[in-house]
């Protein structure tokens, strides 16, 4: 069921429930004013009859009935009754018309000197009176024709009234809940255009602060983070398949010209060295890949803590192993007396990559192939300095360098893929922490990681 639906029924059903109530309380109360007013009435003329009947000995009783009859105030159907001490009917107007009574109603009457009671359709009051020592009991009844047309009358209103409220609420909850939902029904029809070549497609937020602006300013973030991770995803693709397709093309024709018998032993044995670095590379750049594809949890799990010091020389010596032409140095800024101090709640082969990338990179882009690690802290950081004194970034460069696959021109001549860096920034940032760096070309680089340490 659409909510546009849902919320008008529930609209509906609402206000039709308040009206019923509302309806049922004001008959209820009529109905209970009209019976209070017609006992009333009931009894002030059962005090009249009364009266006349006992108080003027004179009056005749036929007279009496005669008066009854013709009173201006004649209730319809009515009748009195009068009985005497003895419970013996004493006096009885009008013949036409019967008061159903019992001995128990007199004796109710005579134990509570007052009593409204009904009789099918009449009222019928009941009281006491005493005269001269003698208690006379009247029973008064009639039928209240104007009170219970009005009643019926009151009754068709109020039906009348509730079912073209209840109407009306209908018609008005659909228009409302249409308008409130509008905009829901817009962004439905413009959502489902939305496809991976339209990602740039942003909702319209001119409902301001409301809740469905809301909703559409947090869909339209999501889409620019769709967007973003759709590009770079694609840009991944692109760069990852061109890396690839330059070894391979190279594979293809080194094996095309090894195929000719023509060549010489060493000729076959050159195109072999050449197909093995070619291969190497492909491991290289696999690797790489491995490295960015490589889903980086948004929290680190096995969080440990972790000696950066440690780190630094492992990853020195690692490097020094398949490298050894690189000169690595490490050094302390200070003397750690507290050990807190360099230590760091992370993850340690993560944090080993980045250190190992920086210091390649320091060794790959200098001519003497050098680093030095200088190992410092502060009151809340382990700061990692890595220099060198190679070729240097271009200073409109230095943020790029941070992006996939991106390589400054002074870089092309050395291998690479454009990949290391940004995953550094990604580990420093999963860790907390952050990565500068500050070059001057054909000078050097520094760059920089600080990394909350534990104390
Ligand atoms: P790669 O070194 O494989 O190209 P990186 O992501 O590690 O990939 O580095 C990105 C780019 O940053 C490099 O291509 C290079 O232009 C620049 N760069 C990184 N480190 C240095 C450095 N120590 N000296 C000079 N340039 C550097």
């Not at 009281?127 to 029973?139: D, F, H, S, T």
């Amino acid at each position: 069921m659409k909510i546009q639906t849902k919320i008008a029924i529930q609209f509906s059903l609402i206000v039709g429930s308040l009206l019923a109530v509302f309806s049922f309380v004001i008959y209820q109360l009529f109905a209970e004013f009209r019976e209070q007013e017609y006992y009333d009435r009931l009894k002030s003329k059962a005090i009249t009859t009364a009266q006349l009947l006992i108080k003027v000995d004179e009056i005749d009783r036929d007279l009496l009935k005669i008066i009854d009859k013709n009173t201006l105030t004649a209730l319809v159907d009515e009748k009195v009754l009068v009985f005497d001490q003895q419970n013996k009917l004493f006096y009885s107007s009008l013949d036409d018309h019967v008061i159903h009574y019992g001995n128990d109603l007199l004796n109710r009457v005579r134990k509570h000197k007052y009593v409204e009671t009904s009789d099918e359709e009449n009222e019928v009051v009941g009281l006491l009176y005493e005269l001269n020592g003698q208690n006379y009991i009247i029973l008064a009844s009639a039928y209240d024709k104007f009170g219970h047309s009005k009643m019926a009358n009151l009754r068709d209103i109020l039906y009348s009234g509730l079912v073209i409220g209840i109407l009306i609420t209908v018609l008005l909850g659909i228009f409302f809940a249409g308008n409130a939902l509008g905009p829901v029904n817009q962004f439905i029809s413009q959502i489902s255009t939305i496809t991976a070549n339209n990602l740039r497609e942003r909702l319209d937020e001119r409902h301001g602060k409301d809740e469905i602006g809301q909703l559409a300013a947090a869909f339209n973030k999501m889409m620019y983070r769709l967007e973003q991770s759709f590009e770079l995803q694609k840009s991944f693709v692109s760069h990852a398949s061109h890396e690839l397709r330059t070894p391979l093309a190279a594979l293809k024709s080194e094996v095309e010209i090894s195929l000719d018998e023509k060549l010489s032993v060493a000729q076959h044995r050159g195109i072999l060295e050449n197909i093995q670095k070619d291969i190497n590379r492909l491991i290289a750049l696999s690797n790489s890949l491995l490295q960015i594809v490589r889903p980086l949890k948004s929290s680190i799990n096995s969080a440990a803590e972790v000696r950066i010091d440690d780190v630094v020389f492992q990853a020195q010596d690692d490097l020094l192993l398949s490298k050894p032409e690189y000169r690595i140095s490490v050094e302390y800024a200070k003397e750690p007396e507290n050990e807190k101090h360099i230590t760091v709640l992370g993850d340690e082969p993560l944090l080993k990559t980045v250190f190992t990338n920086l210091i390649s990179n320091a060794c790959k882009y200098s001519a003497n192939h050098q680093a030095i690690v200088i190992i410092n802290f502060n009151e809340t950081h382990t700061l990692v300095s890595v220099q060198d004194e190679g070729i240097g970034i271009p200073a409109e460069d230095l943020t790029a360098i941070f992006e996939p696959f991106y390589r400054s021109k002074n870089a092309l001549t050395i291998s690479g893929f454009g990949v290391g860096l940004s995953v550094c920034k990604r580990i420093v940032e999963l860790h907390k922490g952050k990565i500068h760096v500050e070059s001057q070309l054909q000078h050097g680089s520094k760059f920089l990681v600080e990394l909350p340490h534990i104390s």
